[in-house]
Structure formats: C-alpha cells, structure tokens
C-alpha cells in the first residue's frame, strides 16, 4: 500500500499523519504465528467478545 507522492504543496501534513494510520492498518490485518495464524483485528475482535 504506497502513496502517491502527487498532490499539493500543503498536503504534507495530512500525508504525514495518514502513514501511521495506513501502516497500522496493513499490519492489522496481516496474520501472526503468535497468534495462531490470526490477525491482530481477529483476535481483538473475538477478545472483545468475550469480554461482553
């Protein structure tokens, strides 16, 4: 998931705060051997479950 670097002068901030967004999103729904082959999205959700 890459970001075009086209746009205006002024989009540098709104870019910078989106990177650790996106990359907490990619890293989110990538599987884990920790987790038994879940994503950390799927075990969230299924801890949050539980909890209610």
């Known amino acids: 998931m890459a970001l ?3 746009g205006r002068p002024t989009d540098g ?3 910078a705060r989106l990177v ?3 990359a907490g ?6 599987p884990s ?4 082959w879940e ?3 799927e075990r969230l959700t299924e801890l949050l479950a ?3």
């Open 39 to 41: 994503t950390p999205a």
């Open 4 to 6: 075009a670097a086209v």
């Open 13 to 15: 901030p709104r870019k």
């Open 20 to 22: 650790p967004v996106l």
């Open 33 to 36: 051997k920790a987790l038994g």
């Open 25 to 30: 999103a990619e890293l989110n729904s990538r």
């Open 50 to 52: 539980t909890a209610s």
